[in-house]
């Protein structure tokens, strides 16, 4: 895919590797925060630089920037830091929500906030009704969502989402990243096995003591 302006809100690992890697791509990355003087996300634009076109601001400023924006912040502050990004920011864009509605609230391992008849990316498209949300990348860590080539063999991703063309882009940023098994799970009600794929992917780390792993499908 050509060059685009990119918004990444959300400055934790999620954020800082995806943005990295969008840059390393050639893209014009605004990662947005609830502070411009967010240090850590200053730390990011120091490793990137700026020859391409990458900066930092508020979560509105990133969203205003980009003609795709994408999701990592909390999943419990995800709803906030959207509104805080701004409708008019975001109105039409296609927003790709890399967040787990993960609460941690009891401790470990966490729970899920939201479940079964409703997810974290409906809650998102409802609150949102003109942004076109498609959830992806939220079942692997960070480094496999923008490496899968780093794992021995081809794994699978899924993306859920109500609007084609937004699907459509989402898979061609997937392909971009190296992805090539992308599984497409209907309307944005799919991010409910996404995200309830977690507590397994937790209990998974704990067995495999590592968090670079990821599933595949195989079909008869
Ligand atoms: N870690 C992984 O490998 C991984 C893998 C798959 C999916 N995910 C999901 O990706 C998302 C990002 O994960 P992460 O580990 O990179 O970071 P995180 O610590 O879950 O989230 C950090 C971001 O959330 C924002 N935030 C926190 N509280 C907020 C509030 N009250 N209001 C507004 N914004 C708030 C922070 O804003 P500031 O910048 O202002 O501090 C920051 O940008 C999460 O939903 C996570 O479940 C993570």
Redesign the pocket.
């Known amino acids: 895919m050509g060059s685009m302006n990119i918004g990444v809100?959300?400055?934790?690992?999620?954020?800082?590797?995806v943005g990295s890697r969008l840059v390393e791509l050639g893209h014009a990355v605004a990662m947005?925060?609830?502070?411009t003087d967010?240090p850590?996300?200053h730390e990011w634009l120091a490793s990137v630089g700026t020859a391409r076109g990458a900066r930092v601001g508020t979560?509105a400023d990133a969203a205003g920037h980009g003609a795709l924006v994408l999701?990592?912040?909390?999943?419990?502050?995800?709803i906030?830091?959207l509104k805080?990004a701004g409708d008019r920011n975001l109105h039409g864009k296609v927003l790709l929500d890399?967040?787990?509605?993960?609460d941690f609230s009891h401790g470990m391992p966490p729970s899920l906030s939201v479940a079964n008849t409703d997810s974290l990316g409906e809650q998102i498209q409802r609150s949102f009704p003109d942004v076109k949300v498609v959830k992806t990348?939220?079942?692997?860590?960070?480094?496999v969502?923008v490496h899968p080539e780093r794992l021995p063999e081809e794994t699978t991703m899924f993306v859920s989402g109500n609007d084609a063309e937004a699907k459509a882009t989402a898979a061609d940023l997937l392909r971009s990243f190296g992805w090539r098994s992308i599984v497409d799970l209907g309307g944005i009600e799919g991010a409910r096995g996404q995200e309830m794929y977690l507590p397994l992917w937790v209990s998974l780390m704990g067995a495999q003591s590592t968090?670079n792993f990821n599933v595949r499908l195989v079909r008869a």
């Open positions: 809100l959300g400055t934790g690992i999620v954020g800082r590797t947005g925060s609830r502070d967010n850590v996300a979560f999701n990592a912040t909390s999943g419990a502050a995800s906030a830091a805080l890399l967040a787990n509605p993960l990348l939220n079942t692997v860590t960070a480094d969502m968090p």
